[in-house]
């Protein structure tokens, strides 16, 4: 179905909306929340809890041209806080990894001086992987945004670990620079 | 702001970049990375021919880290084996790549020792070891991926014998250094080369 006319059953309180946003995108989001929770169980409560967070978001939100993203969006959120606050999780070690990688593009201590909006600082984030290439703006979002390990990006693109780690090094790098040059940090 | 908040901000990038890693995810799905593919048939047409082979970079070593660990790969294989080799993160990766360093052109072999690279990636300071590192060539000014830009190629300290002229490629970034496996064009091993690119 049309993601517009499924939109329209949101806004219609059609819970026939559910299902046509599960057979449509539920893989998707299940595979999106296993990548970041590694937990099957997890996952298909992850995807679940989107169904009804849109389902609360739709109205006001009318993502007819973004629905996949926009749900994509939300099942990162829920599976992220799930890993930080589920102590079943064993996710603890890997988001670590994560956010000791991403301090790298703060200044030393990891703290911002003056804290900034959330929004504004992801607007900068976009505006600045939208100047990179393709390729390597893909490969910083599946690291960042589907937190997905470098051994498989690398695999997925046939380049070394080796290069797929300087790339975002270097990317890294730049985000940082980019930051500081905006007044962010 | 802490790295975890910025971990969460991702969350907020722009519609349009989500959208564009879910139809990359796709596509993904359904079509395999051009680049093993180029990467499996180089590999396979030469060992095909009976005439490149992993023999000719095997007898060497860095220092203490020994590339002859990744010369498991002399017995010939198949297409399908070599790329479910690089697919699956790769005992050895070979990568068609070319660099103009000053006015000469060079072919370029990128060696992935498993657990070797991490260890490369681990103790930087058993990277390059400046020890290991003879004339300073030049800086890379050309090649087709724009990070090799500006690295400086060095020759390999004491290349003797039948060994292959062997340069490495310094990153001298903080944390990351790479290295790469160079043949020099116009050595003996000039055959290996142009089967390698052939189309030059």
New interface residues.
Partial sequence: MDDSKIVDLYLARDEMAIKHSADKYGR?LRSLSYRITENQETSEECENDTYLEAWNLIPPNE?RD?L???L??IV??IS?NRC?HDSRLKRKGY?TE??????Q??PDG???EQ??E??E???L??DF??KQP?EK??IF??R???MEKV?SI??????????I???L??MRNDLKKELREEGLI | MNAEDLLRTMSYVDYDLIEELNISEKESDVKRSPRIVIIAAIAAAALAAGIFGINMIRNFSFGDIAVTEATELTVPYTSEESMARSMSGGDIYIGPEEITVGDKRYGMVDINVRDKYQLLLLDEDDVIRKEDLGDLIGEVTDCRDPDMLGHKVYRRKNATGDEPVVIFGVDEGEEHYEYYVLIFDGNDYTEDYQLLYGER
């Fill in positions: 998707m993502p973004y996949s993203s926009f994509s969006r990162r959120n992220l930080i988001i994560l956010t000791t990688e991403l301090e593009c703060l990891g703290r911002t804290e900034a959330s929004k600082l992801a607007g984030i976009s992987l939208r393709k703006r893909i979002m599946r960042y945004f589907e051994s690398a695999q997925r693109y046939g380049y070394s670990e080796n290069r780690n300087t790339m090094f270097r």
